[in-house]
């Protein structure tokens, strides 16, 4: 009895984790991302182009990712986590066909369309999940599981983008990330939601959330959302720390290929720095369950660390740089996911994915700022000072985190 009695939570939760870290896994192999820059660069782009097109993705996402939030807190979140990688392969193939900048500019287009469409619906979808089988407190560790296998999958396919690129160069890794895309719908098809009927009782009390979409029009979901951004202290701080966390060091890794290139890095050893760095980042993901029980002070202070080494990695752009730089960025993947629990903890309305896609709205709008300035502090310092002054920041959110007491669980319904 009790063998059987310790197997059943397992096996409820396995029923969620399979599909999600398969889809986790084929959503990140994409034998074109540590590539993509390069391949724009071979194709005439300049340094300020690329960065255009960074903003455009990054803006798309700032429009689209609210209301697609709002989308996700009526229909069903996987039809939508399914739609998104489709977007996504939609705008690779098309780079493959026509490379040139007005194609690359609508594939950027179609895969912010992509992000948006998960922005929310998958932290949302997950963590109902999870307070539905009794194990919210769960979330920081498999999040972290799911966000490692990703990085995982980017390591594994910037190891393969060698031996590819060299036998059958890009029309092979374009067809590659195409195909993972595809798996990566089904994948999110398999994905389980039970949602119970929401109502407007439920959301003016403290009633837990979650539900699907009778009960609520599209735009008094989208009001409910906001309001609860607006009027909960915690909600609102998570949401601030969330954005400070994920928005620099996601601009960055974008251009640790150019980083690379800029220090010697031959264009066939580019995907192993780019490894180098998301094995620590990997790592960082797995560390992510153990690292939601520290104190908010020690979580500061690695905060300030990975500051510390993002920024000397860069500059020293060798080997030991390159691992630092990595070190830097594990702490920040780790730090994004304790940040995103604390956030999925202090929501208790029925709005869960449109909250959650303001954390995304604000982390893009920081980037379509910064891809520019990034551009500009480039081409009168170089990259290694551009990532230095990109690094400062986390500072800030070091205070932030030391400041900001964790929240528990609140209990979701059925």
């Known amino acids: 009895m009790t063998t059987q009695s310790t197997r059943e939570p397992h096996t409820r939760l396995s029923r969620l984790t399979w599909p999600l870290y398969t889809y986790a896994l084929f959503e990140e192999f994409i034998l074109l991302y540590p590539l993509y820059a390069l391949f724009f660069t071979e194709h005439g782009l300049s340094v300020a182009q690329i960065s255009s097109l960074f903003v455009l993705w ?22 939508l986590l399914a739609a998104a990688p489709l977007l996504s392969g939609t705008g690779f193939a098309l780079w493959l066909l026509f490379p040139s900048y007005w194609v690359f500019a609508l594939g950027f287009v179609l895969w912010g369309t992509a992000g948006a469409l998960a922005s929310g619906a998958f932290e949302a979808l997950v963590y109902t999940e999870l307070s539905r089988r009794g194990a919210a407190q769960q979330y920081a560790r498999v999040m972290g599981v799911t966000r490692a296998l990703g990085v995982a999958a980017v390591g594994v396919a910037t190891l393969l983008a060698v031996p590819v ?47 699907s979409g009778p009960g609520l029009g599209y735009l008094q979901t989208m009001r409910l959302g906001l309001a609860e951004a607006r009027g909960s202290r915690a909600v609102r701080d998570a949401l601030i720390l969330l954005v400070v966390i994920t928005a620099f060091w996601g601009m960055l890794e974008e251009y640790v290929p150019l980083l690379a290139a800029s220090a010697g890095v031959t264009t066939d050893d580019v995907p192993l720095v ?32 990975a500051a510390a080494a993002i920024a000397v990695g860069a500059l020293l752009g060798n080997p030991l740089g390159w691992v630092l730089l990595g070190c830097g960025f594990g702490v920040c993947q780790m730090m994004n996911v304790v940040a995103d629990a604390r956030l999925q903890d202090s929501i208790t309305g029925s709005s869960r ?62």
């Open 58 to 79: 990054s803006l798309t996402s700032v429009l689209l990712a609210i209301p697609a939030g709002a989308w996700a807190d009526i229909v069903p979140r996987r039809y």
């Open 165 to 211: 690129m060299a036998h059958g160069g890009y029309t092979a890794i374009g067809l590659a990330s195409v195909a993972a895309c595809l798996l990566c719908a089904l994948a999110g098809l398999a994905l389980p939601e039970h949602r119970a009927p929401r109502s407007d009782a439920a959301d003016r009390g403290s009633a837990p959330e979650e539900g």
């Open 274 to 305: 780019v490894l180098t760095v998301w094995v620590c980042v990997t790592l960082g993901g797995l560390l992510a369950g153990p690292a939601a029980r520290l104190s908010p002070r020690t979580l500061g202070s690695l905060l300030a660390l």
């Open 353 to 414: 994915a449109t909250v959650t896609s303001l954390a995304e709205v604000g982390a893009e709008s920081v980037s379509v700022v910064s891809f520019p300035l990034y551009a500009g502090v480039f081409l009168v310092l170089g990259h290694g000072t551009a990532f230095v002054l990109f690094a400062a920041p986390y500072l800030l959110a070091a205070v932030l985190m030391a400041r900001t007491r964790g929240t528990r669980p609140v209990p979701t319904a059925d």
